[in-house]
T-cell receptor, first 114, second 119 residues
Framework: EAQVTQNPRYLITVTGKKLTVTCSQN?????MSWYRQDPGLGLRQIYY???????DKGDVPEGYKVSRKEKRNFPLILESPSPNQTSLYFC?????????????FGSGTRLTVV | AQKITQTQPGMFVQEKEAVTLDCTYD???????LFWYKQPSSGEMIFLIY??????QNATEGRYSLNFQKARKSANLVISASQLGDSAMYFC????????????????FGQGTELSVKP
């Protein structure tokens, strides 16, 4: 089944403890991106990647890191999480023609930083 | 400046009636794409419909259609014959940049409209 897989689905952590949220897609998509969703703000793009080893900042990159060492994986790293990073996170990927199938989203990761 | 604006935080519609969800956008890029997504209470993001800036006709997909008015920079979603299962949050999004074939680029979302369908 074609999908974007995020792990974990839920995570509670403490301030300052480094964490990684994994994202993997099995559709050979070149484009991948990360979003956070907060009430009243919609989804805001954190980082995106047009291809392996090519990443760029979205609208809210502060406090986050990403890497794209291989096409299928695009992990999101929080080096020192803070409570304001408590949010619902989505990973997404898209084919060459996103207008046909849209961007495919993962199921989301609900992160709580205490 | 807000690039995607959804001015209706919440809306109600009677089952079987049509409903229009508003979306206005702002961009200076001549090549862009507009998407609508549905997010039910379970949280997943479901792709509904796409409109490209160069498309001559309004997009349609089953009960969903997009009322695209380029000069007014609006891309309203019309849902015909509403069903109870249409109750969800709806997001309008715009892709800026990317290649000629609309690959990649930044995807910018509006704040969302929560639609409730009444029986």
């Amino acid at each position: 089944e074609a999908q974007v897989t995020q792990n974990p689905r839920y995570l509670i952590t403490v301030t300052g403890k480094k964490l990684t949220v994994t994202c993997s897609q099995n559709m050979n998509h070149e484009y991948m991106s990360w979003y956070r969703q907060d009430p009243g703000l919609g989804l805001r793009q954190i980082y995106y990647s047009m291809n392996v080893e090519v990443t760029d900042k979205g609208d809210v990159p502060e406090g986050y890191k990403v890497s794209r060492k291989e096409k299928r994986n695009f992990p999101l790293i929080l080096e020192s999480p803070s409570p304001n990073q408590t949010s619902l996170y989505f990973c997404a990927s898209s084919p060459d023609r996103p207008q046909l199938y849209g961007y495919t989203f993962g199921s989301g990761t609900r992160l709580t930083v205490v | 400046a807000q690039k995607i604006t959804q001015t209706q935080p919440g809306m109600f519609v009677q089952e079987k009636e049509a409903v229009t969800l508003d979306c206005t956008y702002d961009t200076s890029d001549p090549s862009y794409g507009l998407f609508w997504y549905k997010q039910p209470s379970s949280g997943e993001m479901i792709f509904l419909i796409y409109q490209g800036s160069y498309d001559q006709q309004n997009a349609t997909e089953g009960r969903y259609s997009l009322n695209f008015q380029k000069a007014r920079k609006s891309a309203n979603l019309v849902i015909s014959a509403s069903q109870l299962g249409d109750s969800a949050m709806y997001f309008c999004a715009m892709r800026e940049g990317g290649s000629f074939y609309n690959q990649g680029g930044k995807l910018i979302f509006g704040q969302g409209t929560e639609l409730s369908v009444k029986p």
